[in-house]
């Protein structure tokens, strides 16, 4: 259901690729994301493959937007000195 939702649903291309957490890769072809938006629900998470490319590629500041510091952890576990802010409801 969720593909067939995806391939009636309009995506346009992002000004900033979107990283998948399915392959760790940052992507911009519409139809590329939403495939990926599809196996994003039944694949593996690559969260620290994600995490480290994006460290490799520069960031240095992110943001983790709820009520828990979860992502924060993680971010830190992988990369001590990485700035991460939390901004809660």
């Known amino acids: 259901k969720l593909t067939e939702a995806l391939a009636a649903t309009e995506i346009v291309e992002p000004r ?4 998948s957490n399915v392959d760790a890769k940052p992507h911009s072809d519409p139809e590329v994301i939403k495939s990926i938006l599809s196996r ?9 493959n994600t995490m480290t490319d ?3 590629k520069g960031l240095t500041k992110s943001y983790e937007i709820g009520p ?10 992988i990369n001590k000195t990485h700035d991460i802010a939390n901004i809660s409801a």
Request: charged share 20%.
């Open 16 to 19: 900033i690729p979107v990283v």
């Open 40 to 48: 994003q629900v039944t694949s593996p998470v690559l969260w620290e």
């Open 54 to 56: 994006l460290f490799d």
């Open 68 to 77: 828990n510091k979860v992502i924060a952890g993680i971010a830190k576990r």
